[in-house]
């Protein structure tokens, strides 16, 4: 098939010539001097090039087609550095080529056309895509429309636009509607609307497939169809820690190539039933009161969580709670071993293997039910520990955003079946400052006399005796419409509908909040019990078991590319390299 798609001949850039090479997955192209004597060669995994159009061409940041005879334009995937991300930026690269005639011209286009439906299989043809008109700045329906969408058409698909007016709309019409034909489905939001999709992707292949999401024990069914994100949300967490920069077209450019990233999802159970799932942060103490504190005051955008953090911060609360872990094989990875999880991460790729013994191909990974949490798994025993927490954390991911580029657990892994359990005991302000300052730097948070950090496969947190009863009034056992509000923000997704709530409302639910969320600083008795904050969402909760499902969805993403690599080579062979397949 290599030598059917063999192509060879001299085109022109300009008035300079070229040698342009089709061979095998790859297409080069060679400067030639006057004295035809070789120069700059840039090389392009055919995987890799976005489309091919006949004239010339341009796409961003408007299109224009001048009808040529002699010349055809190909767009491939640039690479850039991101400044201070660690991830690399995609860019939309073009290449306008001119040919001696034009049966020339046809002939290359038709063989890079061919090329690419060769080699690029897994390339999505049909997606169903969905707007958030209010995260963020307010700004989805631009990004998609001025970026995203002339990139798509570029690369052929075809999409199916839905642009949301309210919460969990889009969990609701994947839950309910035929989505036969579709490759995937995007989201145009922040974390939130990605929550949304998550779960309307997990719990209808959970229903298809006959399986009780409620049964913490049970072995969930992978979803067959790929996750894109398009950041456009106040958070972009999940975007960060699985492509390393916040950028639409880098986003969208992964997209059309058909990259494929699994991603390890946490399932949330209280009292036998299926309360959420998360894929990067539960967390209970600072983080949850946090949470909590910021969503009485979303008029300030996201300078919100700054805020509150302060708050909170200055409050300084800790909480009684028994925590019980299931560790993780030591032998397999540590969350204090230095790795971190890239692009072709060797930890992810041999977990692919021992969750997923019996599949030949990716293909066969949603063929039939699964047994990566077989009695093989489940071996070891659970751990138990009770004290007095400033924060209890499980994550499934680095959870890295720009603030925090390293993240809560920077040796974390997105696909190998665990996630990284962080204990962080009652200590003095200062230290709990040092601890999170350290957030923010290249310095190893964990190394800290009060804070743990556990490989596990699952977590239960109950409270001491004595302390539900406690729990109960200050969550709501004693004001019913208390409760409800506190179930209400749970509920909502991408919480669309809190931020159109009135303002005598907020004002309202915000004078009731206070005395549950700002004891430590404004009277003698601080709360007995925090909140769980799950993926930016607050539990109703506060007892719950969680459990990490391996390879759960699958984004269209690689994972972060190492930029380091990038800088280290020389200039001829960095064109070369940041260009070339992974």
């Known amino acids: 098939m290599e030598t059917d798609l063999r192509l060879e001949s001299s085109l022109w850039v300009g008035n300079k010539r070229y040698r342009a090479l089709l061979t095998g997955w790859y297409f080069n192209w060679t400067e030639v001097d006057k004295k035809n004597r070789d120069k700059k060669t840039i090389s392009v995994p055919v995987s890799e090039v976005v489309g091919v159009e006949e004239g010339r061409v341009e796409i961003l940041p408007q299109k224009s087609v001048e009808d040529t005879e002699k010349d ?227 008029w300030m955008g996201p300078l919100r969580y700054d805020y509150a953090g302060t708050v909170v911060y200055l409050s300084n609360r800790s909480y009684a709670g028994i925590v019980q872990y299931l560790p993780a094989d030591p032998l397999l990875s540590s969350p204090r071993d230095k790795t971190r999880c890239l692009s072709g991460c060797s930890v992810c790729s041999k977990s692919t293997e021992r969750l997923f013994p019996h599949s030949s191909d990716s293909g066969s990974l949603y063929s039939s039910h699964f047994s990566q949490f077989s009695s093989d798994s489940e071996e070891g025993e659970w751990v138990s520990v009770e004290g007095r927490f400033r924060c209890v954390s499980l994550t499934c991911m680095s959870s890295s955003c720009p603030k925090s580029p390293l993240g ?92 159109e709530r009135s303002t005598g409302q907020e004002m309202a639910n915000e004078q009731k909040a206070a005395t549950r969320f700002l004891c430590g600083l404004c009277c003698s008795k601080a709360p007995a019990v925090s909140v769980w904050n799950c993926d930016g969402e607050i539990l109703p909760f506060t007892n719950i078991i969680c459990r990490i499902h391996g390879q759960l969805v699958r984004l269209y993403a690689r994972g972060i590319e190492d930029g380091a690599a990038m800088h280290s080579c020389s200039e001829e062979k960095c064109e070369r390299r940041c260009i070339s397949h992974k």
């Open 408 to 499: 809560l657990s920077p040796s974390a892994h997105l696909a190998d079946g665990t996630g990284d359990l962080i204990l962080v005991w009652d200590t003095h302000p200062l230290g709990f400052l040092k601890f999170l300052y350290r957030h923010t730097s290249t310095q190893d948070q964990f190394d800290l006399p009060f804070v743990e950090v556990h490989r596990v496969k699952a977590v239960r947190f109950s409270l001491p005796a004595g302390k539900e009863e406690e729990a109960y009034e200050e969550i709501g056992g004693t004001n019913e419409e208390d409760r409800r509000y506190v179930e209400t923000i749970s509920r909502n997704g991408s919480q669309q509908q809190l931020a």
């Open 72 to 298: 055809f334009t190909v767009f491939y995937v640039k690479r850039s550095s991101s400044g201070g991300s660690y991830g690399l930026l995609w860019r939309l690269g073009r290449i306008q080529f001119s040919c001696p005639s034009r049966v020339l011209r046809d002939q290359w286009t038709q063989h890079l056309r061919t090329a690419l439906k060769t080699h690029s299989p897994s390339r999505p043809h049909r997606l169903l895509v969905f707007i958030n008109p209010f995260g963020g700045k307010k700004k989805g329906r631009q990004i998609y429309h001025s970026l995203v969408a002339p990139l798509f058409e570029l690369a052929g698909i075809s999409c199916h636009v839905i642009v949301t007016e309210r919460a969990n709309q889009a969990r609701d019409h994947i839950l309910k509607k035929d989505l036969t034909g579709f490759d995937g489905v995007v989201c145009v939001g922040g974390d939130g609307m990605f929550s949304e999709i998550l779960h309307g992707l997990i719990g209808r292949t959970q229903q298809e497939a006959g399986l009780c999401e409620n049964d913490p024990t049970v072995t969930l069914q992978p979803c067959p169809l790929h996750i894109g994100i398009i950041p456009a949300g106040s958070t972009d967490c999940v975007c960060y820690a699985t492509v390393g920069v916040i950028d639409p077209v880098t986003s969208a450019l992964h997209i059309i190539i058909g990259d494929s990233q699994p991603l390890d999802v946490c399932s949330v159970h209280h009292a036998a039933a299926l309360v959420r799932y998360s894929v990067s942060l539960v967390g209970y103490g600072f983080y949850g009161d946090v949470l909590a504190e910021s969503e009485k005051h979303r």
